[in-house]
């Protein structure tokens, strides 16, 4: 167990290393000089100079490297040029929507699509099996935001029930918060079920046609019971799998999303930061995002070794 | 004496053929991309309207009889622009999808003809790429390297890479241990030829099913990053575009925003239908999947 | 009255007959063989019993046991019915537990379902179970999982299961053929104690006539679905009424006709030396990490291995699963590389060459598999699966050449020239091991390595194959290395024998000789685990 969570732990901080190194690199080579980029083509002189000063444009490259990462570890992450604020602010700020937005959407997709899934698997074949995995079909086609859109039709402007978009803070109470965030997780969760409820019908029924299943039915044990107790653990395993997956499908979703309900989250600050060309807020959002999928697949490795005992042995 | 399993039997394109047309995944999901397909390719030579033709006085009009699915805020013919767009879409999903394969599939399959680091190397690389949110990347490249369709090809081509690369090891992992590999090598036939001979033919099947399911999830990227303004740039139009404009006029005009939605919807669906309908009559082992 | 008794029983699956006019009875206590070939429906019919049939299987008859009426049983009934009064014991012990429970939740979780008895009772009751299958808990905790027992403590762990509540009737679906023969008698062995214990009816089935001769009271042997004869084992087997029964029984007893080694030989005065030479060939694997930092300690399975080889010579490699034989045979097929030793070839050293210089060496050097389905890929026809060596050649055929090559290939081994343009499925399992073996002599080799090559077939399959591989013995003079865990396959076919046990060789001579009188203690115990119906039947008349 120990060696299998070691070996793990090593293969996610390597991971982490070689994206900080490619995030690093990406920016390393956009054409021309950065801080001339950031600061645009009416820019005097001066200016770049003293940003070039600032961002430590002049030293070399590994030493430029090692002063971001040992930054980025010990919670310094710049200081953004468009908002003239420490990166570090700006991040707390915003992940106090993204992340109860990603948790409350990672929940949906959880409780809609294990459910579901069990359902199906244990009619398979029959009418609610069909029309529940029909549903799901159509449901892996439709893209994010338009279903967003489409809620946002229904929901904000003809029945008035949610707000069409911003987030009015969670000072403003919590109820008032959540409900901001409920049309954005329901068109984030609404694919990812979608597509988890399909995953975990198939590993069900995969795992009902296996020997083992076989043996516990010759026992006497009655259907529930082998599908519960028997089928279930197994089946975690793939579904585990798609669920780590998800989760950076999930982060990407909240880039389009928060744009699409004026959400002050991480995504929304990353797609502006790049659009504005605020290199200094990109490369850490975008490393704290990617840290947060190693981290989570991470997590889904232990898992592993909880559900199935082959990997605790080894 | 021990009971094999038998493995699949290899069909002949007639028995394909028949099995394929009597899938009903098959057959819904291969008559609406061929629809699909058929209003991008009759797009180069007509529309029902011009879309570089901007009649602003007709704009926003509801669906009719004259405009199917109505006009948008420059007179547009909505039809007339999800025909055209169509062509992008599919386009840049299918070249992005067709460059990460042929990439991808040598990867992978070279990982697992010699093991040992190179395939350690490759495993790494896939855990890099797949830590990177898609869409992220994608946007993070497309702004770097500006917008418009070649960007959005590479981004989305980039990050199918290791989709077709770890599909492909999986598979060959697979099949080297069979005997018939291992007669092959008997027979003095080197890594190389192998894989050209016996592995390629016989992940063919994953291969194509994946690539179907790439291609579909291909589309809903475009569709994204034209929405957030990094795709094909005006005034061409596309689908992810159409759902931006839509987006301010909700109110007054939702059908700017219902058609294109249904355009993607209805191309994701026919092109997944078609992948499910294609494992199904390929590799009957998968059949019970869904 | 019978325990159970099936009555004219009719069983088809989407519309294929599977089972037609079936009757089989078997009282309290008593042990029925249930013996078929591959098809035969024996196994469909242990099915059909428990109900545990495939969704579209449609039945008629009877079944009646123990007062029910199976086939019209609901399952509420069938839930009381499973795992307690009948128990289950299935063919692949590596699939049969759940890998994520351990191998007492699983003992316990039956005896819970029908007793009601609360935790700790039923996990003594498993513990006392496992136990008498000869696990103690000393050695085999109930915390074990299944991947951490071998596939002969698995199956001890499936028979506790079907055994924890003193079923009347326990069916064993081919319990012991994904074992070994050691492996085999000490399952058999058990399960005879276990039901003289406890005096529950068994059904054993099986396709070895000698496994069920030695310990059934009474034999029923099917064919395509239906009962062909049906009595008292000695009595049945010692007459052979039908005529079916009496080619099963030759068919397992068979030894083809072989002329002597010399005759054989294609070099009469054989001067060139010996054609196989292996010198303390040592293969090892690399291990499993324990501790992170602890250095991995290799697996060796070949070890300090010494043999040699004639043309024309048949040799058998015996030993039991595991012992190393299959990777011996790896490295003298330059498949796999050699740790430390040396294997010479018609005089040239194997290790060293690559590529093309191994060419030569593979030309006069093919082999055959086990598995008649996994040999073939799926997507190829016959003729280009049988031309695939052809590749060695130095001078590659033309397409008609090769066509004609295949096809005189395919008449040595019985099979005809409109085979050619086939897909491996379109044959049978003993068709399929005809191709194999045209495939390893199209290009005229001096050895063929044959790795169990019948060991997947029916057994009057296996006689027939075995007769073709005595005949190209004689006929082309080919040397066979034949690996094997059947003591029966190597009488049938070779000339000497080697036996390995745990890497090493620790016996060899003359193939009657060692298997009249062993000299190794493994020998000894392979053969005295060897299923043999003459000596089967000697035993109870």
């Known amino acids: 167990m120990a060696a299998y969570l070691l070996k793990r732990l090593g293969i996610g901080a390597l991971t982490l290393i070689c994206a900080s190194v490619v995030v690093f690199a990406v920016l390393e080579i956009i054409p021309g000089d950065p801080a001339r980029l950031m600061l645009g083509m009416n820019a005097t002189e001066d200016a770049v100079q003293a940003l070039r000063q600032q961002m430590g444009l002049d030293n070399p490259l590994p030493t430029r490297y090692f002063a971001w990462m040992t930054g980025f570890v010990t919670g310094d992450f710049g200081h953004s040029y468009t908002y003239s604020v420490p990166v570090t602010e700006l991040v707390a700020e915003r992940i106090v929507v993204s992340l109860p937005l990603a948790i409350f959407a990672l929940l949906l997709t959880v409780l809609i699509a294990i459910p579901v899934g069990i359902f199906a698997a244990s009619r398979q074949g029959r009418f609610s099996d069909t029309a529940v995995m029909t549903t799901a079909q159509i449901g892996v086609a439709v893209p994010n935001f338009w279903f967003a859109l489409i809620l946002v039709y229904i929901f904000a402007v003809w029945l008035r029930l949610f707000p069409a978009g911003g987030f009015p803070g969670w000072s403003a109470g919590l109820w008032p918060g959540l409900k901001a965030l409920i049309l954005p997780a329901i068109s984030l969760a609404a694919l990812q079920a979608a597509v988890l409820a399909r995953v975990a019908r198939s590993a069900l ?57 004026y959400l002050p989250g991480l995504g929304r600050l990353v797609f502006q930061a790049i659009t504005q060309r605020d290199l200094i807020v990109v490369e850490s959002v975008v490393l704290l995002l990617v840290a947060s999928v190693i981290a989570v697949n991470m997590l889904v490795d232990v898992t592993y070794a909880l559900v199935d005992p082959r990997l605790r042995h080894r | 004496m021990h009971e094999f399993p038998r493995p699949r039997q290899a069909d002949t394109f007639a028995t394909l053929f028949g099995k394929a047309f009597r899938n009903r995944s098959f057959l819904i999901g291969f ?84 093991r040992g680091w190179i395939d350690e190397a490759l495993m790494r690389f896939n855990d890099v790429v797949f830590a990177f949110p898609a869409l992220l990347s994608a946007v993070m ?150 | 009255m019978s325990l159970l008794d099936i009555k004219n029983l009719d069983l088809s699956i989407g519309g294929a007959e599977i089972l037609r006019g079936v009757d089989l009875a078997l009282n309290p206590g008593e042990v029925m063989g249930l013996v078929g070939e591959s098809g035969s429906g024996k196994s469909m019919t242990a099915l059909a019993l428990m109900q545990l049939l495939p969704h579209a299987a449609s039945t008629a008859g009877r079944i009646q046991f123990a007062g029910i009426d199976i086939l019209t049983a ?193 070099h009469q005065d054989s001067q060139s030396g010996p054609l196989l030479v292996v010198d303390q060939a040592v293969r090892d694997y690399p291990g499993r990490r324990h501790f992170l930092f602890e250095k991995p300690q290799p697996f060796r399975a070949v070890d300090h291995v010494s043999f040699s080889m004639n043309e024309a010579q048949s040799l058998a490699l015996v030993g039991r699963s595991g012992c190393g034989k299959s990777s011996l045979a790896r490295m003298v097929l330059a498949l796999d590389p050699i740790t430390a030793g040396s294997i010479r070839f018609d005089g040239t050293e194997l290790a060293g060459h690559a590529g093309k210089e191994l060419r030569a060496i593979r030309r006069n050097m093919q082999v055959v598999f086990q598995d008649p389905y996994g040999s073939f890929d799926p997507r190829h026809k016959v003729e280009r699966l049988v031309t695939e060596p052809l590749h060695l050649l130095d001078h590659q055929p033309s397409r008609q050449e090769r066509r004609d090559m295949a096809i005189a290939a395919l008449g040595e081994v019985g099979l005809v020239p409109s085979d050619l343009d086939k897909y491996p499925h379109e044959f049978s399992g003993g068709q399929r091991q005809r191709i194999s073996i045209a495939r390893a002599i199209i290009t005229r080799p001096k050895l063929v390595v044959c790795d169990e090559p019948v060991s997947a077939l029916d057994v009057s399959i296996r006689a027939q194959v075995l007769d073709l591989f005595a005949d190209l013995n004689d006929r082309l003079g080919v040397a066979y290395l034949f690996i094997t865990h059947d003591l029966n396959v190597a009488r049938a076919i070779t000339d000497d024998v080697l036996v390995m046990h745990e890497g090493q060789i620790v016996e060899r001579g003359k193939t009657g000789d060692v298997l009249a009188n062993p000299q190794s203690d493994a020998g000894r115990k392979l053969i005295a685990a060897m299923p043999d119906l003459d000596r089967a039947l000697a035993r109870r008349s």
Not at chain 2, 209 to 227: D, P
Not at chain 3, 189 to 204: C, I, N, R, S
């Open chain 3, 74 to 266: 609901g399952e509420e009934t069938m839930y009381a019915v499973r795992g307690n009064d009948i128990g289950m014991v299935f063919q692949e012990p590596m699939t049969a537990l759940n890998p994520v429970k351990t191998i007492g939740e699983q003992v316990a979780e039956g005896i819970r379902w029908h007793t009601s008895a609360n935790r700790a009772d039923a996990e003594a009751k498993a513990r006392r179970m496992l136990a008498r299958v000869g696990l103690p808990e000393e050695k085999f905790p109930l915390s074990r999982y299944p991947h951490e027992l071998s596939g002969g403590q698995r199956q001890r762990v499936v028979i506790a299961i079907a055994c924890a509540l003193n079923p009347k009737l326990l069916v064993a679906d081919e319990p012991t053929t994904a074992l070994d023969v050691v492996l085999q008698a000490q399952i058999l062995d058990l399960l005879k104690d276990l039901v003289d214990e406890d005096g529950m009816g068994l059904l054993l089935i099986s396709h070895d006539l000698a496994v069920v001769a030695d310990i059934a009271d009474r034999i029923t042997v099917m064919r395509n679905g239906k009962v062909v004869e049906t009595g008292e084992t000695a009595k049945t087997l010692l007459e052979q009424k039908h005529p079916y029964t009496r080619q099963l029984a030759e068919a397992s007893t068979h030894v083809p006709a072989r002329k002597a080694v010399a005759a054989r030989a294609r």
């Open chain 2, 31 to 114: 008559a609406v991309t061929a629809i699909i397909l058929a209003m991008a390719v009759v797009s180069f030579f007509w529309t029902p309207y011009d879309v570089t033709d901007l009649p602003v006085t007709n704009r926003l009009k509801p669906p009719s009889l004259t405009h199917w699915m109505g006009t948008d805020h420059f007179g547009r013919d909505i039809f007339s622009m999800i025909m055209v767009g169509s062509r992008n879409s599919i386009a840049v999903a299918f070249i992005a999808i067709t460059i990460a394969a042929g990439i991808g599939v040598p990867l992978g399959c070279w990982a697992a003809a010699r």
């Open chain 1, 205 to 261: 029924i995969e795992e009902l046609n296996e020997d083992y299943i076989r043996t516990a039915r010759a026992k006497g044990l009655p259907q529930r019971h082998v599908l519960w107790r028997h089928a279930m653990r197994n089946a975690m395993i793939p579904v585990l799998t798609i669920m780590g997956l998800q989760f950076a499908y999930l982060l990407a979703g909240t880039i389009i999303i928060e744009n699409v309900f």
């Open chain 2, 141 to 290: 490249i497309t702004a770097i390297f500006g917008p418009g369709a070649i960007n959005a090809i590479i981004a989305i081509g980039l990050f199918n890479i290791p989709v077709f690369a770890r599909v492909a090891r999986a598979g060959a992992l697979a099949i080297w241990p069979r005997e018939y590999i291992l007669a092959a090598r008997s027979a003095g036939k080197n890594a190389f030829r192998i894989t050209i001979e016996h592995i390629l033919p016989n992940i063919g099947n994953i291969l194509v099913v994946q690539g179907t399911i790439q291609f579909a999830l291909g589309i809903i990227a475009e569709a994204g990053l034209s929405y957030v303004g990094l795709g094909e740039q005006p005034p061409m139009p596309s689908w992810g575009r159409m759902l931006f404009d839509a987006q301010t006029r909700m109110i007054v005009a939702p059908h700017l925003a219902i058609f294109p939605g249904l355009a993607i919807v209805a191309t994701v669906l026919g092109l997944n239908l078609l992948g499910d309908g294609l494992r199904d009559v390929l590799d009957p082992k998968l059949r019970r999947e869904r």
